[in-house]
């Protein structure tokens, strides 16, 4: 089915240094000849494939058994319905197996066939076979027309078989055979020229002009394949957005074929206007500028291209969603296996506000899991980067406990132990679980309020306004939470004291004491977020594959890199957050408030002290940010909930129909995955629609 649409060649879309460093590295993966190599089929194994006949063949003669057309057609296929078929398209579409012409299938012919359709030209295969219908590797103009003539569209729009069209190939007395390869030909012009055809049978007068109306009628019988459902209910609309109004010309009509046939050359067109990303929106101008070096697109086709758009959005402009709700034929694998998937509605237009508040209960589950994972994961970094931000220099005197963090690790190691780097990981797990999934819910729930806001766009700017939300409402979970950690972690450096406990430090502290030091935290917190989550939304789209898809490698890539800058920047405010939330010991400054802790410090240590702690903050944050991303988004696509709002993007990687679209049933191995698209890639490839029932 990869041969479903020719895409012709053109020069790779340039990339960017970001792009190029990471294709360099292997993280980012491009397209290339040999990764077209998993969308062929596998041959089924004899063994399985006979277990799966004799499943299936009802009929048995001298002990051999044999698939009745039912059997193949109805019962294996599902090709047709089980009552009231319609016994002529049944003995059509078995006879592209039943190669004895013998109304039965043997295995040897069952066998053959899944051959066949494991085959780079499987489509045009099966067509063939369909037309030569006395098996003799030929196809004769009567055995073109006994087929064609039972079709639906033949009995729509009939065909003028006198015309110099079909004596180019059968010759003047309709007398040539053709053989399949030059048979696959035909019928692709076939079905090319139905198209003109029907134009002209719609323009009675011959004024070069139909209606909107015929319009719609010849694309959806003629080229129904070439539409996706928004654009088959958006087709009268498009036919007036055209340069004449009610009536659509010839060449309005034949641009608009033209464009919806080379779509993937569109989407390259794009992709070298935008340097490779997915997420720019281009005016025509600029698309047209890119499109100067194939001379196969016109700007007519450009000019249909820039109606469709807006009939989806509105905006005069082009991004690469667009295409998914225009281009024909394109499919969408699911890459992870899902282990649940629930639709909560049936469309969008049925979202409720209980579904809303379904889906971010849903969210926070996600999001407490993850923060849960992203902690545990660097708890050990936390512990440094707090015992390093507490050591002082210039009030307290003795030797410096820690002469840098690595110093630290051995230390704690060597006098604590190993458990000694998760002291007080249970009461942070406790509180970090609701705090990374508030501020994941939140930020996704104002990202989709400020998108609806925006006509389905999200700039920059909403993009850090939905972080800052987040950032802002964690405070509530992260300062009692904080406050507590720290004080376990820095206990250790004492090791004459009494033990302490989290309960302990909530019972010396009280609730109002839990919030000391929130002024810091919101210091640190909304900024971080403000920076951390555009970034991640944007390194997530530049670092997804050719087909859109985001591997868990490239989540966690994006996720760790985002968090560098965000946690680094913020460092000031976290030191003067731990200072505030720090027992001081005797001989060590006391604050009074944020104010007086950066004057005192500044006094004290000079400005570098506010720097205190980045880089084991950044080797902190960075990390735990990317674990706990990619595990919130990986949890979205196994556990896969649609209360019809927004979805995570990169989880869905466009693919080939053979690639994308294999049964799921289990009796249908090797290449017997695409008979059923195959069978219908036939139907509205080239129109060749057969009567299901029989009337």
Not at 56 to 84: C, H, Q, R, W
Not at 591 to 618: C, Q, S
Not at 677 to 693: C, D, M, N, Y
Request: glycine fraction near 8%; proline fraction near 4%.
């Amino acid at each position: 089915m990869a041969n479903l649409l020719g895409v012709t060649p053109m020069p790779e879309p340039k990339m960017g240094p970001l792009r190029s460093l990471l294709a360099a590295s292997g993280l980012l993966k491009t397209a290339t000849c040999q990764g077209m190599a998993p969308g062929y089929i596998k041959r089924a194994d004899t063994q399985k494939l006979q277990t799966v006949f004799e499943k299936y063949a009802s009929l048995e003669i001298e002990g051999v058994k044999f698939m009745t057309k039912e059997d193949f057609v109805i019962k294996y296929l599902e090709l047709l319905p089980v009552a009231n078929f319609n016994k002529e398209s049944l003995h059509l579409l078995c006879g592209v197996l039943d190669q004895s012409k013998e109304g039965r299938i043997s295995f040897a012919e069952f066998q053959a066939f899944e051959g066949n359709l494991c085959a780079p030209d499987a489509l045009y295969k099966t067509a063939f076979q369909l037309f030569d219908t006395d098996g003799n590797g030929t196809v004769s103009f009567d055995e073109f027309l006994g087929i064609l003539s039972k079709t639906t569209l033949h009995q729509k729009i009939p065909f003028n078989y006198e015309c110099d069209f079909i004596k180019l190939y059968f010759g003047k007395d309709k007398d040539r055979k053709i053989t399949y390869s030059e048979f696959s030909q035909f019928l692709h012009d076939f079905h090319e020229e139905y198209a003109s055809v029907a134009f002209k049978a719609m323009d009675t007068e011959g004024s070069g002009f139909i209606s909107s109306a015929d319009f719609e009628e010849i694309m959806s019988s003629v080229k129904s394949h070439l539409l996706t459902p928004s654009i088959q209910a958006n087709l009268r609309a498009a036919a007036q957005g055209g340069p004449n109004g009610q009536s659509v010309s010839y060449a309005y009509f034949i641009a608009f074929i033209s464009l919806l046939s080379n779509m993937e050359l569109i989407k390259k067109v794009y992709l070298n206007a935008t340097n490779g990303s997915r997420t720019v929106e281009i005016t025509k101008e600029e698309f047209l500028y890119s499109a100067q070096m194939m001379s196969q697109i016109t700007p007519l086709e450009i000019d249909v291209l820039f109606v469709l758009c807006d009939l989806l959005h509105q905006t005069g402009k082009v991004m690469y969603s667009d295409f998914q709700e225009i281009a024909p034929e394109q499919y969408m694998k699911q890459v992870t296996r899902r282990i649940t998937e629930i639709k909560a509605v049936a469309n969008p237009e049925e979202r409720s506000n209980f579904m809303a508040v379904l889906e971010s209960l849903y969210r926070f589950s996600l999001g407490a899991v993850a923060g849960a994972c992203g902690a545990t994961a660097v708890y050990p970094i936390d512990l440094v980067k707090t015992r390093m931000q507490n050591q002082r220099t210039g009030s307290y005197i003795g030797e410096l406990m820690y002469r840098n963090s690595f110093d630290c690790f051995k230390k704690v190691v060597r006098h604590e132990g190993f458990t000694g780097l998760y002291r007080g990981l249970v009461p942070q797990l406790l509180g970090v679980a609701p705090e990374k999934a508030i501020k994941l819910t939140m930020n996704d729930l104002a990202r989709d309020k400020l998108r609806h806001l925006n006509d389905g766009n999200l700039p920059v700017w909403a993009e850090m306004v939905a972080g800052g939300c987040g950032g802002a409402s964690q405070v509530m979970f992260t300062n009692p939470l904080e406050i507590v950690k720290i004080r376990l972690q820095v206990a250790g450096e004492i090791t004459s004291g009494a033990r302490v406990s989290a309960w302990g430090v909530v019972k010396e502290l009280g609730f109002f004491g839990l919030y000391k030091g929130s002024r810091a935290c919101f210091m640190r917190d909304v900024p971080f977020s403000m920076i951390y989550f555009p970034s991640y939304a944007h390194l997530k789209a530049e670092f997804a594959d050719e087909n859109g898809y985001n591997s868990p490698l490239s989540l966690l890539t994006a996720g760790a890199i985002a968090g560098m800058p965000a946690a680094s920047l913020v460092t000031p405010a976290d030191v003067i957050k731990t200072r505030l939330q720090v027992v001081a010991r005797a001989g060590q400054t006391t604050y009074t408030g944020t104010l007086d802790a950066a004057r005192k410090i500044y006094a004290e240590e000079g400005f570098m002290a506010f720097w205190k702690g980045a880089v084991a903050r950044m080797c902190r944050s960075s990390p735990q940010f990317g674990v706990t991303l990619v595990t919130y988004e990986l949890l979205q696509r196994y556990f896969f909930i649609d209360f019809g709002g927004s979805k995570p993007t990169g989880q869905m990687s466009e693919a080939t129909a053979g690639a994308a679209i294999k049964s799921d049933n289990p009796d249908h191995v090797g290449g017997y995955q695409v008979a059923r698209p195959i069978f219908t890639g036939v139907e509205s490839k080239f129109g060749l629609l057969l009567p299901k029932f029989s009337h």
